[in-house]
């Protein structure tokens, strides 16, 4: 602990600042606002001053810890783009503003308007059913019912979002959208490349925008534009369609999605599977995680099943969300602008379609234990030449990069629980207001992170790496140990949970007692 502060040396950039050169220096721990803050300070620009970084030759650099140090002879160019000083007028102009498009907002989301009114027909139903209000006011309160209803039942048969595809209405097509301008493309450092391929990079550290590089980054790493002659600008067009059609949800939202693609890109790095399976699998498995939850409302299978929602009827009550997701998938791929394997012949492209559709599949957690037990009947026999062996391995990959986070670093892990119970609790809440049954690990009022995760890392997680890991000895260093450590963790946590409420029954105890003999 104490060695690690005392070999601790700052990071030192050059600057040109009108011919001037001016040394910078700041910590490996600054986030990328302080840095920028420090860079408008040498410069003698007002704070909050937005700015780019140029190299001299005109590239763009990120400004972030791991930006990749310079010397005296070749500075960074600094250029202001917008200052965020605002007179008192523009701010009031600028709050009205955000207001008006608040209220557009809320106008047209549908899920959450349909939430409201649900509530609100609970809210009435109950006070005619338990204030015997007299006949006038019931038939009022029937009426209001009745419109409202009708309102939900109108408003349903929309679509959510214009931008998006929606299974309701066949002749609507996802469309990417040709207004976005490209997003800038980063200059990665070496250093972020190194982290990128292991499992304790900080996905919390990233803009949407340089996660879109990161992704691009992966399948120019890998081979696999070169391979399968993906143009360039399609695979960015590509990336930003699959990007805007993640919906902004607590847990299963964009960077969830390249939290499991990276990965599933540091497990084929870790476990060289490049060597050992085709560039066809290695694409797949790349495309499959980028795609597996596309269009994920936040509501899991049970509740779609249990309510009855467009999803469930559609796929008669069998994984209707990863049906979706592959789906929406494919019809973001059947977009010429989109369309990353315009260049493979009909035959290939049939295979990575049907491996695709695999994978997402068996991303249903109904299905855990019929996956994993199949592979484990093979393991002891494996053989990379079989397809059949090979399609397990990668349905399980996929399984373990979808449910990974708690094989990364605490400070990594530990958010992603808050965002997946956040979530639960969204879903618990709506259930009870529909009446409909209410899994106890969801319900906000039985359930906490230690409890949420102890089964979960016990049950599902450590038994599926350690299988695994009989395939590959070198997943268990880096990624079996950390989930050891977590579980010991969370149970400590748990045993400090339990003798505060049990401290706190007994106080409560002694409480009652002594207001008793008072009496």
């Given amino acids: 602990m104490g060695s690690s502060s005392s070999t601790y040396r700052p990071k030192y950039v ?7 050169i001016q040394k910078v220096a700041f910590s490996k721990y600054c986030n990328s606002r302080d840095i920028m803050d420090l860079f408008c300070i040498a410069t003698g620009l007002p704070r909050n001053t937005t700015i780019s970084l140029f190299t001299v030759d005109g590239c763009m650099v990120s400004i972030d810890p791991t ?9 960074y160019r600094i250029i202001p783009v917008a200052t965020e000083q605002q007179t008192e007028k523009e701010e009031l102009f600028q709050n009205l503003l955000v207001q008006v498009v608040e209220q557009f907002s809320r106008v047209f989301k549908i899920d ?4 409201e009114v649900t509530n609100h027909l609970a809210m009435l139903e109950k006070k005619v059913e338990l204030e015997g209000l007299k006949v006038v006011e019931i038939e009022k309160c029937k009426s209001d019912i009745k419109k409202m209803r009708d309102e939900m039942a109108a408003r349903s048969n929309r679509t959510n979002c214009p931008c998006k595809y929606s299974f309701l209405d066949d002749s609507k097509k996802l469309i990417p959208r040709k207004d976005v301008p490209s997003y800038p493309k980063y200059m990665l450092s070496q250093e972020t490349i190194e982290a990128l391929r292991k499992p304790t990079f900080d996905v919390w550290l990233w803009e949407p925008n340089e996660m879109l590089s990161c992704l691009e980054h992966m399948y120019h790493d890998l081979g696999l534009v070169k391979d399968f002659n993906i143009n360039p600008i399609t695979l960015k067009r590509w990336l930003l369609c699959i990007h805007d059609n993640y919906r902004n949800n607590p847990f299963h939202n964009f960077r969830h999605c390249f939290c499991v693609t990276q990965m599933m890109y540091s497990m084929i790095s870790l476990c060289n599977l490049q060597v050992k399976i085709s560039q066809m699998d290695i694409l797949i498995l790349m495309t499959a995680s980028i795609c597996h939850d596309l269009d994920h409302p ?7 099943i249990n309510a009855r929602t467009d999803l469930a009827v559609r796929y008669n009550d069998i994984s209707p969300l990863e049906n979706h997701h592959c789906a929406v998938a494919f019809q973001i791929l059947t977009q010429p602008e989109c369309n990353i394997f315009s260049s493979v012949d009909k035959e290939q492209f049939k295979r990575i379609r049907q491996g695709m559709i695999t994978l997402i599949l068996a991303t249903d957690m109904a299905r855990h234990a019929e996956i994993l037990d199949a592979f484990k009947e093979i393991l002891d026999n494996f053989d990379y030449s079989n397809e059949e062996h090979v399609t397990q391995l990668k349905m399980v990959l996929i399984k373990c990069c979808d449910i990974s986070n ?35 690990f969801m319900d906000r009022d039985k359930v906490t992170k230690p409890t949420a995760q102890i089964g979960f890392l016990k049950f599902v997680l450590i038994p599926m790496f350690q299988t695994v890991t009989k395939l590959f000895p070198e997943v268990e260093e880096v990624m079996l140990q950390p989930l050891w450590e977590s579980r010991d963790r969370y149970e400590e946590l748990k045993q400090i949970d339990d003798a505060m409420t049990k401290e706190l029954q007994k106080k409560k105890n002694e409480n009652l007692t002594s207001g008793s003999r008072e009496k």
């Fill in 67 to 75: 930006m990749p140090a310079n010397s005296e002879r070749t500075p």
């Fill in 298 to 304: 936040g509501y899991n299978n049970t509740y779609q």
């Fill in 406 to 440: 708690e094989v990364r670093p605490m400070e990594v892990a530990e958010p992603w629980v808050d965002c997946l119970l956040e979530e639960y609790f969204m879903q618990s809440d709506r259930e009870k207001s529909e009446g409909l049954p209410v899994a106890p």
């Fill in 112 to 115: 959450e308007l349909k939430t």
């Fill in 14 to 20: 050059y600057l040109d600042i009108d011919g001037r």
